[in-house]
């Protein structure tokens, strides 16, 4: 796992998990845990919101880009009557 080793550093007797590699660390070791999602988050001295965030985030990349919400569609607006999509209206700038 990715920690600062430093306890003194952080405040604590529990180094903190740093960057992607760390967490997946802990989301592995979570899998093996048999207590509740509270008490692993307090035994290794992490947030149980960044745990969730965590979770969500590998659950999200696990899905695939497409399945995300809030991502981009292309479309393409129908030409009006004797329009061309690629025509600008009168007046337009430039």
Not at 67 to 81: H, K, L, M, T
């Given at each position: 796992?990715?920690?600062?080793?430093?306890?003194?550093?952080?405040?604590?007797?529990?180094?903190?998990?740093?960057?992607?590699?760390?967490?997946?660390?802990?989301?592995?070791?979570?899998?093996?845990?048999?207590?509740?999602?509270?008490?692993?988050?307090?035994?290794?001295?992490?947030?149980?919101?960044?745990?969730?965030?965590?979770?969500?985030?590998?659950?999200?990349?696990?899905?695939?880009?497409?399945?995300?919400?809030?991502?981009?569609?292309?479309?393409?607006?129908?030409?009006?009557?004797?329009r061309s999509p690629d025509r600008r209206p009168r007046g337009s700038w430039p």
């Amino acid at each position: 796992m990715t920690t600062v080793a430093s306890s003194a550093a952080v405040g604590g007797s529990v180094p903190q998990v740093r960057g992607e590699a760390g967490w997946r660390a802990l989301m592995a070791d979570f899998e093996r845990w048999d207590g509740s999602r509270a008490s692993f988050c307090k035994a290794r001295g992490v947030s149980q919101s960044s745990f969730r965030h965590w979770r969500r985030r590998f659950s999200l990349a696990a899905r695939g880009a497409a399945s995300r919400p809030g991502g981009f569609v292309e479309i393409a607006a129908p030409a009006g009557p004797g329009r061309s999509p690629d025509r600008r209206p009168r007046g337009s700038w430039p």
